[in-house]
């Protein structure tokens, strides 16, 4: 998720030398609790309503109406802002890599073409990353999280049993466009080891244990399904179904991934899981060459 889709646009802002009075007034009238403070293009601080509160007179002066005013008004953004915030460029080196290797696969993505879509210099890229498979490790993180979210809704859905939920996350795993982003976005696992052991680590730490093993625990209790160890069961299914039968994990032909595709859902039927329907198995297929 790139920061530019979330972002709020042609925000409001103010200067350091613009009054506290005026600011505070920006603020009751477009309805926001913070401004940016700008100095030319540059942001240099920000100041919030809270900001404002905290210099104001209290409720007990002996101030007149006019001297309040005058008081309000000669105090500026700059005696009572946050100076040098924390900010973020809204295609940072990694939001624009992803995009650079969903448009143009991560073969074709150089170093420097990243560096060139953030307009960043060579020398600020190479502080944070040392290579472009240090940036795809990144993205692959980053898309990871994005999937988080949509897992755990499925894991506490009301009114499903174990086994409809790990099919529900199958679903949401196997969908087309996600599987076509991963595949053009991430190299295949088997071309560098370390991203191998990462997915491995990432399967084994958290998604098995927090979300996968928990539905199995719960289809075995609602008897939708049948298993003497859940934790085992849950851990070989997303080892395969994350490691073995996807085509991003290495390079397949549509022959190749067919084979896998029909061995996975002989083996996961046999256990009483209908986990690849005939939809997903094609869609797995068709992000595969011919040949």
Not at 108 to 130: C, E, M, P, W
Not at 159 to 187: C, I
Request: proline share 5%.
């Amino acid at each position: 998720m790139l920061i530019r889709e979330w972002m709020t646009k042609d925000v409001i802002t103010v200067t350091p030398d613009t009054s506290m009075l005026k600011a505070s007034k920006l603020m009751k009238d477009h309805n926001i609790r913070r401004l940016p403070v700008l100095d030319g293009k540059h942001v240099v601080g920000i100041v919030s309503d809270r900001d404002i509160r905290a210099a104001s007179p209290s409720k007990a002066t002996t101030l007149d109406m006019h001297e309040l005013y005058y008081l309000l008004s000669e105090v500026k953004v700059k005696d009572i802002m946050t100076s040098d915030p924390v900010t973020v460029y809204d295609t940072d080196a990694v939001d624009a890599a992803a995009l650079l290797f969903l448009q143009k696969g991560y073969q074709n993505t150089t170093l420097q073409d990243i560096i060139d879509a953030t307009k960043l210099s060579k020398g600020a890229v190479y502080h944070h990353f040392r290579s472009k498979e240090e940036i795809a490790r990144k993205v692959g993180d980053r898309m990871g999280d994005e999937m988080w979210e949509p897992l755990r809704r499925i894991r506490e859905a009301a009114g499903l049993t174990g086994l409809q939920k790990l099919q529900a996350v199958f679903a949401a795993s196997f969908a087309g466009d996600r599987q076509q982003r991963m595949g053009r976005t991430l190299p295949h696992l088997t071309d560098d080891p370390y991203f191998l052991v990462l997915e491995w680590q990432s399967i084994e730490e958290r998604l098995v244990p927090e979300c996968i093993a928990p539905l199995v625990r719960q289809g075995v209790a609602d008897g939708s399904i049948h298993t003497g160890d859940p934790d085992a069961l849950a851990g070989a299914l997303f080892f395969l179904a994350d490691l073995w039968l996807p085509p991003q994990s290495r390079p397949t032909t549509r022959t190749q991934q067919r084979a896998r595709n029909r061995v996975f859902q002989q083996m996961t039927r046999a256990l009483g899981l209908d986990l690849l329907t005939e939809e997903q198995a094609l869609q797995l297929e068709e992000l595969c060459p011919e040949k």
